[in-house]
């Protein structure tokens, strides 16, 4: 299983102003969704040893945050939930995959890769409803 292939798992990740809810427009909310999705992916596309394995769920880690911590408008409210929801069994998955490759168990992590796979896709298919493109590519 490659890196690149572990993080797109996980992410499969301007205009108006904000309400005084915190809400963001939804220009705003596509707008800084897709940075945070293409800065993981610029972050991890170099990495591909084995010891950025770990490197590479921190900064999974670190991204999911960040996309968490953003307020849709609430016309996306629904379907940036549910992929969020992909996006957090992505990274269980991400999570076991390199634990398992950490212990030198790449059986179990080849295990993982349909299970990594179907997850990817949805995640993919999710972040595209909600519009999120550069979420939704691998």
Not at 90 to 114: E, H, M, Q
């Amino acid at each position: 299983m490659t890196l690149v292939a572990l993080v797109a798992v996980a992410v499969g990740c301007g205009g108006g102003g904000s309400s005084s809810r915190g809400q963001l427009s939804e220009s705003e909310f596509k707008s800084k969704a897709n940075a945070i999705c293409s800065d993981l992916k610029d972050e991890t596309k170099r990495m591909d040893n084995a010891q950025d394995f770990d490197a590479a769920l921190n900064a999974t880690n670190d991204a999911i945050k960040k996309l968490k911590a953003l307020q849709p408008p609430a016309s996306l409210s629904a379907k940036y939930q549910a992929y969020l929801d992909s996006v957090d069994a992505g990274v269980s998955v991400l999570t076991k995959a390199v634990k398992a490759l950490d212990d030198n168990d790449f059986a179990k992590a080849a295990r993982l890769a349909p299970r990594a796979a179907q997850i990817s896709r949805k995640s993919e298919a999710a972040a595209r409803a909600t519009g999120l493109d550069a979420c939704a590519k691998t």
